[in-house]
């Protein structure tokens, strides 16, 4: 994804940082941000606070959608995908890749679990076997897709 995929405005987002700084001195209680920088400070590890400010200002500016998608079926069935984390894949590219090569829906499409080198997407069991049978050998960022159903935990 390169950097023109992202549709920001930088004028405005600067506006809003120098909207929110000005608020911040003018307006609001040291003491009562300094609880608030103990508590992200606390639960925010020193690498991930940059990705967490760069969220909330994503939110901010109203960007930020629900990533938990619940289906509203109970008789989803699970697939294995054998690519993973490993590969930069993310839910959304599975979601992606399904809806464009199979006729499946979103409604279709369940809960997604990326791990390192393998996922399970949860999908509508009468579209099971085609996505199977269509992603199944498919060339998905440099690797041949392994496809088929899970297996149960024994």
């Known amino acids: 994804m390169s950097k023109k995929d992202f549709a920001i405005d930088k004028n405005n987002i600067q506006e809003k940082l120098e909207l929110i700084i000005r608020e911040i001195h003018d307006n609001e209680d040291p003491e009562e941000l300094n609880l608030y920088r103990a508590m992200f400070r606390k639960h925010v590890s ?23 998608r619940k289906s509203t079926r109970t008789d989803l069935v699970t697939l294995f995908i054998g690519i993973g984390k490993s590969r930069r894949v993310y839910p ?39 996505i199977i049978n269509t992603l199944n050998g498919m060339t ?9 159903f899970a297996k149960k935990k024994d």
């Open 46 to 68: 020193l690498f991930r606070r940059g990705y967490v400010a760069a969220y909330l200002l994503k939110y901010m500016q109203g960007g930020v959608r629900p990533s938990v």
């Open 92 to 130: 959304k590219d599975l979601v992606g890749l399904i809806l464009d090569t199979t006729s499946a829906q979103k409604e279709d499409i369940g809960i997604i679990k990326i791990l390192d080198n393998y996922s399970f997407v949860e999908v509508a069991p009468e579209h099971g076997e085609n």
């Open 140 to 148: 998905y960022r440099g690797r041949t897709l392994n496809v088929n």
